[in-house]
């Protein structure tokens, strides 16, 4: 029977200390990295919440939950996906004054010289409490040694204490102590822990305060950030998301365009010359911000002299501020002005115009100057206006298109009371300052009845009786809308463009990144009906528009499209264009313009121009070969009513041309000339400017579609598996009707082109549209994203199990499909292992082959990913070599099915020999003599962790035994296949048996089965075929081994440990009970012995673990210390984890010892 001691009689006995478990190794770093979040999350290396409080702290990233409390990202990275530990305030019961207790493992600081603990802490927040630290030194707690209370900002402070009092000491723990306060607002986090030898030199180590000190490596909250007189301070405080690489920043002055300060992910303090003109803008790469759902909720701000200027997250390529600087700068500095004539003193100006109503208004510099002049007029709000050279991306604007010369007239309808952002600006610097009229014109007075067939739109004042029904006589031919063949031919310019905007070639601006040669021309549209060709605005007209593209952007879908034919008719893939704004840019004489991009469309007799110098308004040349071609422009070419149902009067005007010749160099750089006498492009079946092709048959209009297989006459998900199970067959020859980007050869890419081409035309199809355009399924198409990388490498061996875990790290793209080549073994069978990806991608291989192919056929696709992540487990059928490698990535394709560079990292490894193994064996703490099998309570309490702990327990792990991980499912298990813990088996030498020749981590069932890491296989080891001694290890149990070696091999061997007639090494190597043996219980401290008193007792940590002054507290998780395997650590009661020691050393004698029998 257990034998209780008194209580009074512990105090006796607490002569020792128990360091078995204790860290040792200095300096000892904790940045909660290894930690799981959550609620409270996993916690490793024997931190813990005690259960003495009132709360627990959690493990935390991507910032906590309630906002102006708790930090955004973590102090050791400064990112989103950085850890930490926190205490949430939220909540009826968290609030106030809650207790949150975190404990941290032992330290033996007996060989430190100096010790020191030093800790940053993040207390924000207006209803703060505090933080302390306690320390518990061999059981007795020693509080409020350091303490911090109150809103202590937005910033991580570092707190410290001396352990010198105690040096010398080696049970030592540190508790930080956190007392919630009146609401909410009262968050508390801790990151980077240090305990180690210190010598403090406190002051300032922040390098851009003005007292920086070098040698500071106690930051005591001094830092100085004053400027020197006649100066301003800027400070940039970021926090990156989880994809740090992508995000970079600027600090302009705004008057000379000077960078003052740069950097990526951080931020920094700057001192200016006061009253500097400052503009910061931050870039973020992949077009998402820094504020995301999936990617972290990172975020900047922007101080001067210590006053916030400007804070957020959410932009799309970039974010710019302009702040400091003189009215009218910039757009955010705009001047208020209202009618009449103005002046702007330099150039270029802004200025805000809000309308008093709704009605026609013309801004003009005509007459008033002498020098070239620009107008443009914004209506939407400062942080989206991106200013242009040009007059794209205005609402409305002007360049010497307003038919008065070099000046610039601008005629608008404006509603009333909505603010226009007016900049007044010059062309090449001709002005140094700019005369200007405001001139309302009265409200648009018209037809306000949409039935009529002269219905204006704008009109905000009925005429009277001007309404004509549909069919009169008199009613408007209509509009007409027509291409400048001059503008087209005259403005053609060979430019060579660095390509970094992603978004450029999924648009259809190029036909790839990086550096390209494209052929600029100006595209001039002239509406010469009689009607205006109205097309109005996303909200109010969408069926006109088209949102399915890269930027977010709503474009006209039908503004113009640029072909290239060679001599034999066939279309050259070259880009396209969709107009983002189509507007009056200006009029013949006598007709007045008065649409903008708020409310778009052709007035009759006017014009639109897209300039050369606009961005992609070329077509990209770089991939064509020299010869002769046809450039096409059309508008308008599928004949399709304006947004009143209006048809043009005339479609055959709707084309302009000219011929080229291009040439290449020696060093395949191109050139061009323009070749006379053009003949009119006709397609294949003699129309001009028609619409038929030679299909990819060579069929003259023929009805095949490139990618369609199955030969369905559709283009969907059964021929993208059509695709992949054809290129695992190796079936599917290569053609113009299924090599889908033209590269030469039938691939993931290929399959996955017809993933992005059904799935965009899937949701195409769920808006409402006139224009039926649809270039995401014309191939060929496709092209090498440069910018993007994604690397595979082999994550995990596992010849216990047979298989091999692929691992991908891309950081640049999310990735839609994946094909590479392994070498070294066949395939049996594949299964993916990406967590975001379970049910949305299909992995596909042939039993005995080699190659793995990935793809969603739902366009689903993998998040980016800064480090390797599991991808794709290979169950292989037979070894085939000496080593397995990753052979060949044939391709990896990014979210728009475009090929990425692709590396191999790390992409083989060894074959090794093995041996197999069954082993048995009951452990005495979780066995039940009335069931006959052991209890799997830390399994229900879902304590028995993920990875092995023995590592970290620091026992000898060789033949490539240590870090196990548990496969899937295995803990759902039940019955007497559920797992009770991990166990370590160890092969022993023959001669030596002190020597392990090799071990592995295995998991122990309730009927004592040894299986392997997915619960149900043998467990294999890593060594030759012969004979070894079989121990089998515990973490708080003494091991047994065999007395005699055993011959070993491939074929299972069983080795059963539970049966007294296995004989073992030593003397009573096991616990005798009934007709079965047990492990002996109670080897807390791993030092081979079992002691209940003495120096390196195993009875002293458990009452370590649970408060060291509260004998009958407890402590829940999974430790060492519960001797019983309970998942609660029990000093005193019953079923305590401290009476079993006792009873193990003999029952009467407490300083008796009990000696492992392994050698």
């Known amino acids: ?149 109150g809103d202590q900002g937005r910033y991580w402070k570092q707190g410290w204490l001396d352990l010198a009092p105690w040096a010398g000491q080696t049970n030592v723990r540190v508790r930080f102590r956190a ?38 490596n106690i930051n005591n909250g001094t830092c100085d950030y ?6 301003q301070r800027v400070r940039i405080d970021l926090v990156a998301d989880n994809y740090p690489s992508e995000t970079s920043w600027t600090l302009k002055n705004g008057a000379t365009n000077t960078v003052l300060a740069s950097g990526t992910y951080t931020g920094t303090t700057v001192c200016v010359p006061s009253g500097t003109c400052l503009v910061f803008r931050i870039n973020d790469t992949a077009g998402d911000g820094i504020y995301h759902p999936s990617y972290g909720y990172g975020g900047y701000a922007v101080f001067l002299d210590g006053n916030l200027v400007v804070e957020g997250g959410q932009f799309g390529q970039f974010q710019e501020t302009v702040f400091n600087c003189p009215p009218g700068f910039s757009c955010s500095d705009a001047v208020p002005i209202g009618l009449g004539q103005h002046t702007a003193p330099s150039v270029e100006y802004w200025y805000d115009f809000t309308p008093a109503q709704t009605g026609s208004y013309t801004i003009t510099t005509c007459g008033l100057n002498t020098c070239d002049t620009k107008l443009w007029l914004y209506d939407m709000a400062c942080n989206v206006v991106n200013p242009q050279p040009g007059i794209e ?82 009613c408007p031919d209509g509009p007409d809308l027509t291409l400048s063949q001059s503008a087209l031919q005259s403005s053609l310019t060979l430019s060579t463009v660095n390509i970094t905007d992603a978004c450029a070639p999924v648009e259809g601006c190029t036909k790839g990144m990086g550096q390209r040669y494209v052929l600029r021309f100006t595209t001039r549209i002239e509406n010469i009906g009689t009607t205006d060709y109205y097309i109005g605005s996303p909200g109010n007209q969408p069926q006109m528009f088209d949102f399915n593209n890269c930027h977010g952007h709503a474009h006209y879908s039908g503004y113009a499209d640029y072909l290239l034919f060679d001599t034999l008719g066939n279309k050259i893939p070259v880009g396209f264009k969709n107009g983002f704004c189509v507007i009056d840019v200006g009029c013949y004489p006598g007709y007045t313009g008065q649409f903008g991009c708020s409310n778009m469309g052709i007035s009759k007799g006017c014009y639109d121009v897209y300039s050369s110098g606009t961005t992609c308004n070329w077509i990209d040349i770089t991939d064509v070969p020299a010869g002769k071609y046809t450039l096409v422009l059309r508008t308008n070419w599928q004949h399709a009513p304006d947004a009143l149902g209006r048809h043009e009067q005339n479609y055959a005007n709707n084309y302009t041309q ?41 069929q ?18 059964a021929d993208a598996q059509a695709y992949v199970q054809g290129i695992l067959g190796n079936d599917v020859p290569t053609s113009a009707c299924t090599d889908l980007n033209n590269d030469g050869a039938v691939t993931v890419t290929d399959a996955a082109l017809m993933v992005n081409c059904y799935s965009t035309q899937d949701t195409h199809d769920q808006t409402p549209h006139q224009i039926h355009y649809h270039p995401w399924c014309d191939f060929p198409r496709g092209w090498l994203s440069t910018p993007d990388t994604v690397r595979l490498t082999i994550g995990a061996f596992d010849q216990v199990n047979g298989t091999v875990d692929i691992h ?69 059928l037979n070894i085939t070599g000496p080593e397995i490698c990753i052979a060949d990535i044939v391709d990896i394709v990014n979210d728009q099915a475009n090929n990425v560079i692709t590396v191999i990292e790390n992409g083989c490894v060894t074959v090794n020999s093995v041996l197999a193994l069954a082993p048995k064996v009951f452990l005495e703490g979780a066995y039940d003599t009335g069931t006959g099998m052991m209890r799997d309570e830390l399994r229900t309490a879902a304590l028995v962790p993920a990875t092995e702990p ?68 043998s467990v294999v080891l890593n060594a030759l075929p012969g004979n070894y001694h079989v121990a089998v290890r515990h973490r708080n149990h003494l091991g047994a081994m065999t007395a005699a070696p055993m011959t070993l091999s491939g074929t299972p061997v069983t080795v059963d440990l539970r049966t007294p007639g296995t004989a073992t090494w030593g003397t009573d190597a096991r616990k005798p009970s009934g007709a079965v043996s047990l492990l002996w219980s109670g080897n807390v401290v791993r030092d081979g012995s079992l002691k209940y008193a003495g120096g390196n007792n195993d009875r002293d940590p458990i009452l370590n673990v649970v408060g060291g002054n509260t004998p009958t507290a407890v402590a829940f998780g999974y430790y060492r210390e519960d001797v019983n395997m309970s998942g609660v650590v029990k000093y005193a009661g019953g079923s305590n984890d401290r009476d079993p020691i006792l009873v193990n050393v003999g029952g009467t004698v407490p300083t008796a010892v009990r000696v492992e029998q392994l050698p």
């Open 658 to 698: 000219v011929c080229i010749q291009i040439t290449r160099n020696g060093q395949n750089v191109p050139s061009f000339s323009v070749v006379g006498n053009c003949p009119t492009y006709t397609d294949c079946l003699g129309q001009p400017y028609g619409d038929a092709v030679v299909d990819c048959t060579g």
């Open 179 to 216: 007392v919630t306060g009146t609401g909410e607002l009262s968050d508390i986090a801790l990151d980077d822990v240090f305990v180690g030898n210190l010598t403090p030199v406190f002051g300032c180590n922040e390098p851009t305060a003005a007292n920086y000190g070098a040698n500071v």
């Open 393 to 474: 991306g205005a609402t409305f604007g002007d360049d010497n298109d307003g038919g008065c010369g070099l000046q610039a007239v601008v005629n608008a309808v404006m509603p009333g009371g909505v603010t226009h952002h007016l900049r007044v600006g010059t062309n090449g610097g001709s002005c140094q300052s700019v005369t200007f009229e405001i001139i309302y014109n009265g409200p648009v007075v018209g037809c306000m009845d949409p039935g009529s067939c002269n219905y204006e739109p704008l009109a905000t004042v009925p005429c009277n009786g001007c309404c004509i029904a549909p069919g009169d006589p008199d």
């Open 1 to 149: 029977m257990r034998r209780s001691l008194p209580l009074a009689s512990i105090a006796l006995l607490l002569s020792s200390t128990a360091v078995g478990q204790c860290v040792t190794t200095f300096p000892s770093n904790q940045a909660f990295t290894g930690f799981t979040v959550g609620t409270p999350g996993t916690f490793v290396n024997n931190w813990t919440n005690l259960s003495i409080d009132d709360l627990d702290w959690y493990v935390d990233n991507n910032g906590t939950p309630t906002a102006a409390t708790g930090p955004m990202g973590d102090h050791t990275s400064n990112n989103t996906s950085g850890k930490y530990l926190y205490v949430e305030a939220t909540g009826s019961t968290a609030t106030p004054n809650k207790t949150a207790i975190l404990q941290s493992p032992c330290y033996n600081i007996s060989s430190l010289t100096s010790p020191y603990l030093t800790f940053w802490y993040h207390m924000q927040g207006a209803q703060m409490g505090a933080l302390y630290i306690d320390m518990n030194v061999n059981g007795t707690i020693y509080s409020g040694l350091w303490t911090a209370s």
């Open 700 to 717: 003259c209009a023929g009805t095949t579609k490139t990618g369609d297989l199955n030969n369905d006459t559709f283009q969907g998900v």
């Open 808 to 876: 991908i790290k891309n950081p640049d793209c999310r990735v839609l499909g994946y094909e590479f080549e392994m070498s070294g073994l066949t395939v049996q069978s594949v299964q993916n292992i990406a967590p975001s990806l379970q049910g949305d991608i299909s992995v596909s291989s042939t039993l005995a082959g080699t190659k793995v192919i990935g793809l969603s056929y739902l366009d689903s696709t993998l998040a980016k990913n800064t480090s390797y992540v599991p991808l794709v487990r290979i169950q292989y």
């Open 950 to 1017: 023995y590592t970290a327990l620091g026992y000898v792990q060789a033949g490539g035994g240590g870090g196990e991980q548990l496969v899937g499912g295995v803990l759902d298990v039940t019955g007497p296949n559920a797992i009770v813990d991990w166990v370590l088996v160890e092969l022993r030498s023959a001669v030596t048996p002190s020597t392990i020749v090799a071990t592995r981590c295995a998991l122990l069932q309730r009927d004592g089965d040894i299986v392997g890491v997915d619960g149900v296989s």
């Open 226 to 231: 004053s400027c020197p007189s006649g100066q």
